[in-house]
């Protein structure tokens, strides 16, 4: 995309990026994974990952999290569609923003949500809801290797989400 700056310079701007995100947990918590779309242009990039044990929350917002990490362009114009409530509006309605105020007190996912704060503010990033399970064809994409990636031989340790649970024994 090429466009005209102030100084009537031609300068050469990045696509807009689309990206689709879901995450999954069997048992929540549970084995789960991940999955995700990005789209630019003519350019199309899937990602996916199983965990041993996690929860659907930390799923759906961990799918995000590695999407825009993902991104070698900062400062992108990224549409993010989740059919996660959690996360869609936790940022959206400024939740997000409270929460880092009081140091995440009594706040879940912590960690993820730090590690998400860390890669928002190098991009103008909006999020848009979508009703998950809708015949949206991205999100069932993503929705399917969500899962699948929840099966997987080789799932990763969730090492926080596990760290807390040993805690609460």
């Not at 069997?26 to 779309?37: A, E």
């Not at 999407?67 to 569609?81: G, H």
């Not at 290797?145 to 609460?168: C, G, H, R, T």
Request: net charge positive; aromatic share 10%.
């Amino acid at each position: 995309v090429l466009i005209i700056n102030s100084k009537k310079e031609l300068i050469k701007m990045p696509l807009p990026i689309t990206i689709y995100t879901d995450g999954s947990a069997r048992g929540n918590p549970g084995p789960g994974g991940y999955g995700v779309v990005m789209i630019s242009g003519k350019h199309r990039k899937e990602l996916s990952q199983g965990f041993r044990h996690t929860t659907n929350n930390r799923m759906e917002l961990l799918s995000v999290i590695v999407a825009l990490e993902t991104l070698k362009i900062m400062n992108s114009e990224v549409t993010i569609y989740s059919d996660s409530k959690y996360v869609v509006e936790a940022v959206e309605k400024g939740w997000l923003f409270d929460w880092e105020k009081t140091n995440f007190k009594k706040k879940k996912n912590v960690d993820l949500w730090k590690r998400f704060l860390k890669i928002y503010t190098k991009h103008n990033i909006k999020f848009i809801w979508i009703k998950g399970h809708a015949n949206n064809p991205l999100n069932e994409v993503c929705d399917k290797m969500a899962v699948a990636a929840s099966f997987s031989s080789n799932l990763m340790i969730d090492e926080e989400y596990e760290k807390i649970m040993e805690q609460d024994k």
